[in-house]
RNA sequence: GGGCGUGUAGCUCAGUGGUAGAGCAGCGCCUUUACACGGCGCUGGUCGGCGGUUCGAACCCGUCCACGCCCACCA
């Protein structure tokens, strides 16, 4: 019983329990979560002998609150979980959140920056203190909004990736990696942000197109001249070389010398390399070692020096006219030094070319030569990418499986290190003189004299990548880590592929012997707007799911999520289409309030099928292949379809045909209704528990007062009886017809729905058994002494004669006749066309045959038919 | 530059060889005792263009056009 139904006044063993004549989301969503989580349905017993169901949640950065895309991973986790528990097994969602280093930082340091201060003001300490508080917050938020959205999650094994357990897990796979010297500490170009004053890796580089102007610059003076081109003319100051292609005549001769560098009165050689291509500009390059990766390359090979021209803020450090100014300042300064000299030998021309940007605050970024901390990711992504390639995990959809492969397969090594404050400390501590003493938890805490712990810390990634195992208890082997690793699906959006699927994949493996984290890499797409655009912030298109939730409740959210989703496409979602969710949570509401007040039950066995009438047999049938339909879907993440089929069987076959052809065996009393009353406690009790995992809410209150159960959390998972009646299939389909047929006349003719007409009805032998609600759903009554019919209706192998009582409208309905009859008679030429071709009787498939040779004599009993009822109409 | 994908009703999308579908939107009728968050009926498509394979193509092949995404060390 649920706190807003209550016992009919008329009481009695059977009574029905009155339900509100709307749903309203708001009074029972938070009561029923707070009490699920209350009884431990969402607790996960590592000491089960149901066998394990787990999926860890993508842990939400802690930077603010859900949006909808997380409503939508969570719609497909929840679901996912929900239906597996119902299914018996020992089912773990795993909650958590991330730190999300730099992210986050950058977040707290925007609110600083409200009050005029910098992270420098507060120092490090206190500025991680705001950042933990800051973490409080923002992550009440999101468990808030979880809560809300139903997320049937274990909070007792909440975890947070800078957690004590998980700084251990951290620690632990550093000082592995680092003792297997897959972790080492060099000094390369790196992409550097000069904002956020941090080094991050490649994938955290954004490219884009930005226009830039290229100049040539002549270097050196007369046969020894030579013409070089740059966008970034500010690093010339850094130059220690010219290069060109080993085989370029032009400049055969130029190779060993060297040539002056304007503005700096250093000399610099010619050097030939592979890497230059003569076709390209002039087919010589400026060579800047310290300031990009590919000039480094070639600095390496021909044992150049790598000369810095600027600080961690991109300002020049080069003593002289230069000095303090910034990248750009200094690309206009020296091109106008330059064309001073009158070494500008072209003019600057516009030119687009791809540009790095810092994903997370979009500056340009700056590649510079830095010493920091590497994974070597050859042995790990080698791994990684054979685990899907043998098939011992599966990427769903299979498409998404050459993207991971292109990325695995051609990986560069991982920086790993950050100049941050806010994540996990690298684990090395240094010597006096700068030698690595100590790594890893092992000897913490470190005691050497002058040592010092390195002040960088982690790429965020580092510690999600550790996730699926990290939140089970490793380094320690707990029964939980026994338990629920290896995952039994990721889901997750195609977006995170590299920075945390991949990742995960490689620490899995080697974490955990070569067990990979998980079987299945279930891929979302994202969700976009109505017009499916991008949803983002600054556009204006965002939504947040609360907003929505209150309006139409989390069901409605959570279905129309469910309804859009594709595997691996994108989603788009409308507030028209929640609202129209919000519709069918209030169906299932309504119908199920009606089978209550009509004596639908669930007691007592399902009457023997020989009890049963043929729309009984039929929505029996009917529900026994949706059940075995909806299953396969599940198991191919197929929620959009799965969606759609629970949507119509509820609302189109069980609501609208079911409720209503047996509104008269219910209306009549009687042994019928009582078989009927039973059937429809059967398919409302299937339905709702198949419902539940999507919409958890609605569900509940319902199955709850239509069972008197506990709670439809824990029921079981509704299996196919088998159950299935062709015949009464047929039949009904039959009824149906004749039923819209006359419903198509009766508009038509303009009559009203609720007008009652005398008919006489001749249906053929089923048929003649569903005269009883075919009356009811046609308003149509029996023909009493003196009927005379004005209008003759043929349908499927009877008629229908009604006595319109001269209400009917003779031209729209001879209009509408010679209309039918020309499309039939177009269907008619079509199949006889087609039938009397040999080539295809010849070839095609005996059962396309017989489907034209029954559309041949449709059309043509369609024909006859009609042909009567024209003739039968009154003379205008 | 490479890879993947998309183009079907006004909008968002299903549909992988056999008579074009759904939801929403639109039009019309209706307070018929579960629901007006409802019921019923209707309108609407040269399935991006062209060519090919086939008895038959939205679906397979080729080509062109238009979008989208991912990857890449194009000075």
């Known amino acids: 019983m649920t706190d807003n139904s209550q016992r009919s006044p008329h009481g009695g063993p059977n009574s029905t329990p009155e339900l509100p004549t709307a749903y309203v989301p708001a009074e029972v969503e938070g009561k029923l979560y707070e009490r699920w989580v209350e009884r431990g349905y969402f607790e996960a017993d590592a000491k089960s002998d149901k066998p394990p169901y787990t999926i860890v949640i993508p842990p939400p950065n802690v930077t603010g609150s859900l949006h909808l895309g997380h409503a939508f991973e969570h719609t497909i986790i929840d679901s996912l979980t929900r239906r597996k528990r119902m299914q018996g097994y020992e089912t773990l969602w795993q909650p958590g959140m991330d ?146 292609h080993p085989d370029d005549e032009r400049y055969a001769h130029l190779v060993g010398t060297e040539i002056e560098l304007p503005l700096t009165g250093r000399r610099i050689p010619i050097v030939a390399d592979e890497h230059v291509d003569p076709e390209f500009g002039t087919g010589a390059v400026k060579v800047t070692p310290a300031h990009d990766p590919n000039d480094f390359e070639i600095g390496r090979r021909h044992d150049l020096p790598n000369l810095s021209v600027m600080n961690e803020r991109a300002i020049i450090t080069v003593p002289g006219p230069f000095e303090g100014l910034d990248r750009l300042e200094a690309r206009s300064a020296i091109v106008a030094a330059l064309r001073a000299e009158g070494r500008i030998v072209a003019e600057k021309r516009p030119y687009s070319h791809s540009v790095g940007h810092c994903s997370r605050c979009k500056t340009t970024i700056e590649p510079r030569l830095s010493l920091q901390w590497w994974v070597k990711v050859g042995p790990l992504a080698q791994a990684a990418g054979d685990a899907v390639r043998d098939g011992r995990v599966k990427i769903h959809p299979k498409e998404m499986e050459s993207r991971y492969f292109s990325w695995v397969d051609n990986l560069h090594d991982w920086c790993i290190s950050r100049q941050l404050w806010w994540g996990h400390r690298i684990p090395v501590w240094y010597g006096p003189a700068g030698e690595v003493v100590c790594v890893g938890p092992d000897e913490l805490p470190p005691t050497g004299e002058g040592w010092t712990q390195d002040t960088d810390v982690l790429d965020t990634w580092f510690s999600s990548g550790l996730w699926p195992f990290s939140t089970l208890g490793w380094p320690e082997q707990t029964e939980s880590l026994e338990k629920f690793y290896p995952n039994s699906v990721l889901v997750t959006g195609y977006d995170i592929l590299f920075f945390w699927v991949a990742r995960m994949m490689m620490f899995g493996l080697y974490a955990m012997d070569g067990t990979p984290p998980f079987h299945t890499i279930a891929l979302h797409g994202m969700v976009r707007d109505q017009f499916g655009k991008k949803m983002s912030k600054s556009f204006g298109n965002a939504v947040n799911p609360l907003e929505w939730m209150d309006k139409y409740g989390s069901d409605a959210v959570r279905f129309t999520l469910a309804r859009g989703a594709n595997p691996g496409v994108d989603v788009p979602i409308g507030e028209d289409w929640v609202q129209a969710s919000g519709k069918f949570t209030n169906k299932i509401w309504n ?158 003719q303009g009559l009203q729905p609720g007008q009652k007409v005398p008919a006489q009805l001749t249906l053929p032998g089923a048929l003649a058994a569903h005269e009883a609600p075919i009356r009811q759903l046609l308003r149509l009554q029996p023909a009493g002494a003196g009927f005379s019919a004005t209008a003759t209706l043929p349908v499927a192998g009877g008629t229908v004669a009604m006595d319109l009582s001269g209400t009917i409208d003779v031209e729209a309905e001879r209009k509408r006749l010679t209309k039918d009859i020309g499309l039939a008679e177009k269907e008619k030429a079509q199949a006889l066309g087609k039938l009397g071709n040999e080539a295809f009787l010849a070839k095609a498939p005996e059962h396309v045959v017989d489907k034209l040779r029954t559309r041949l004599a449709t059309a043509e009993a369609d024909i006859a038919r009609i042909t009567a009822q024209l003739d039968g109409l009154p003379q205008g």
């Open 99 to 244: 730190h999300a280093g730099i992210a986050t930082q950058n977040v707290v340091e925007r609110e600083l920056a409200k009050e005029g201060k910098s992270r420098h003001d507060l120092g490090r300490e206190a500025f991680v203190e705001k950042v933990w508080q800051w973490k409080e917050e923002s992550g009440g938020q999101i468990s808030g909004q979880m809560r809300r959205l139903g997320d049937g999650v274990d909070w007792s094994r909440e975890r947070f990736t800078m957690d004590e357990g998980l700084s251990q897990s951290v620690q632990t796979i550093f000082k592995k990696l680092y003792d297997d010297e897959l972790i080492y500490r060099a000094e390369r170009i790196i992409n550097w942000c000069p904002r956020c004053l941090t080094a991050i890796s490649d994938i955290e580089v954004e490219y884009q197109d930005d226009d830039g102007e290229l100049v040539s610059i002549r270097y050196g003076e007369g046969d020894n001249a030579i013409v070089v081109a740059t966008t970034r003319a500010e690093t010339m100051l850094g130059d220690t070389a010219v290069a060109v």
């Open 591 to 748: 119908a199920t309030r009606f089978a209550l007040m009509n004596g639908a039950t669930v007691e007592g066995e399902l009457p023997p099928v020989e009890e049963m009438s043929a729309t009984d047999r039929w929505v029996l049938s009917r529900l026994n292949a949706v059940v075995a339909e909806v299953d396969a879907l599940y198991e191919d993440y197929q929620f959009s379809k799965l969606s759609e089929a629970l949507y119509h069987f509820a609302w189109d076959e069980v609501f609208d045909w079911y409720v209503e052809l047996s509104k008269t065996t219910f209306f009549a009393g009687g042994r019928g209704a009582e078989v009927s009353g039973r059937v429809l406690g059967e398919v409302l009790d299937v339905l709702l528990r198949l419902l539940h995992p999507v919409v958890p809410f609605v569900t509940e209150t319902l199955w709850t007062t239509l069972t008197g159960a506990e709670s439809v959390v824990v029921a079981d998972w509704p299996k196919d009886s088998g159950f299935r009646d062709a015949a009464a299939e047929k039949e009904i389909a039959g009824v149906q017809q004749v039923v819209t047929e006359v419903r198509r006349f009766r508009a038509d």
